[in-house]
């Protein structure tokens, strides 16, 4: 199997909305990333909730392996390139969610239900709300594939 390499920071800024860090990667490439969900869900984050100024310290780590804003606070390349491929809608845009469920005849109950999300979740992702998490993605690939099968959890969940 080939060894799966995810690209280095090259440089980070804060951008102008609260949270949210212009990322440069060795590639050239560029995304706009806002790590307000994971700020305000984990603990280690809570001081960037209340100190502006640190948030603005961002720096790419040693390698460009991550990011850090001090020696207590850091986040790896790969959460960081995971959520870019998220928020850009690389993952799965919501065009493509869209078409998914209406190939499969879903409402947005069914969908929710076979997803086991709300329905508020499933429309925000189809309406390009919200970004679509990579579990979720994944989670309409294996349900494609379920819907071959007699009986299939697609079919439970019509009813």
């Not at 690209?7 to 990322?23: D, M, Q, Y």
């Not at 706009?32 to 909730?49: N, Q, Y």
């Not at 679509?132 to 993605?137: E, F, G, L, S």
Request: charged content about 25%.
């Amino acid at each position: 199997m080939p060894k799966k390499t995810l690209p280095r920071i090259r440089a980070v800024e804060a951008a102008e909305a609260p949270f949210t860090l212009r990322v440069q990667w060795i590639s050239g490439d560029e995304n706009t990333i806002d790590l307000s969900g994971i700020i305000h869900t984990f603990k280690v984050f809570a001081p960037l909730r209340t100190d502006p100024k640190l948030f603005r310290q961002v720096h790419p780590g040693e390698h460009g392996t991550d990011l850090v804003w001090n020696e207590d606070i850091d986040l790896a390349n790969d959460t960081l390139w995971r959520l870019a491929q998220e928020q850009s809608g690389a993952t799965m845009s919501a065009e493509a969610f869209q078409a998914w469920r209406k190939r499969h005849a879903f409402t947005l109950d069914t969908a929710a239900k076979a997803l086991g999300l709300s329905r508020r979740m499933v429309a925000y992702y189809e309406e390009g709300k919200r970004p679509i998490p990579r579990t979720v993605a994944l989670a309409t690939r294996g349900l494609e594939l379920t819907n071959s099968h007699p009986g299939s959890f697609i079919e439970f969940c019509r009813h």
